[in-house]
């Protein structure tokens, strides 16, 4: 079936520093890929998505390019903040599980000042 | 702002009591999902709803049962609560097809004594 790896955490930043956080699918079909990310105590936000092949997906600095040659969807930050401290999922949907999303198991980032 | 609500963000209840856990959503989106999330274990789909007064089982339906008797509103109904129902419930929405991504509650603390 549908599958969502991503690395594993915690990623220790200090602040400014480039953030990668690599993730691989496994899917049938022409999924659509996204990254959410949830802030402590709190529920998910979908912060960006893809739906298509070499799709580039972008929102508040994070970037993260639909590369289907290689089954990545890797999200990247310029240089992160401490605010940016938080639990970040790859996910996918549309693959053979239809509407439903898959999501990968989350990595979490630390930002220090 | 687009939102989706959860009535209780936290709630604690005793082990055999029946417990409801409503969701509301403004979007006049077609599906909603109920996941729980446990540390190490990620999001677990319970159940979700791709029209009123339809329901699927997730991965984990055991113990559970929802309603959806008007499409802004799903409920999730634990029968009889158990100790190893404690965990973080999320209710999350979207439109018809998996291109358009999730939009999530900020959750509900559960824990059941």
């Known amino acids: 079936g549908d599958s969502v790896t991503q690395m594993e955490g915690p990623v220790t930043l200090s602040e400014e520093a480039f953030l990668t956080i690599n993730c691989t699918y496994t899917?049938?079909?022409?999924?659509?890929l996204f990254w959410y990310v949830q802030y402590p105590g709190e529920g998910l936000q979908l912060l960006l998505k893809a739906t298509k092949a070499d799709d580039k997906g972008s929102n508040k600095g994070f970037e993260a390019t639909y590369r289907k040659e290689t089954t990545s969807f890797h999200l990247e930050k310029g240089s992160v903040q401490v605010s940016d401290s938080a639990v970040y999922f790859c996910?996918?949907?549309?693959?053979?599980?239809?509407?439903?999303?898959?999501f990968g198991a989350g990595t979490r980032l630390f930002v220090k000042a | 702002d687009v939102k989706v609500t959860q009535s209780s963000r936290y709630l604690v209840k005793r082990t055999g009591e029946k417990v409801f856990l409503e969701c509301v959503q403004d979007?006049?989106?077609?599906?909603m999902f109920w996941y729980r999330q446990d540390p190490g274990l990620g999001l677990r789909l319970i159940y979700f709803?791709?029209?009123?007064?339809?329901?699927e089982k997730g991965d984990i339906p055991e113990g559970y049962s929802v309603s959806r008797e008007k499409k802004e509103r799903f409920s999730l109904i634990l029968e009889s609560a158990s100790t190893n129902q404690t965990s973080m419930y999320l209710c999350a929405s979207s439109l018809r097809g998996g291109n358009y991504g999730y939009t999530f509650g900020s959750g509900t603390r559960l824990t059941v004594v």
């Open positions: 996910a996918l949907s549309g693959g053979r599980g239809g509407f439903k999303t898959i």
């Open positions: 979007m006049d989106h077609e599906n």
């Open positions: 899917a049938t079909g022409y999924p659509s």
């Open positions: 709803s791709y029209d009123v007064k339809m329901k």
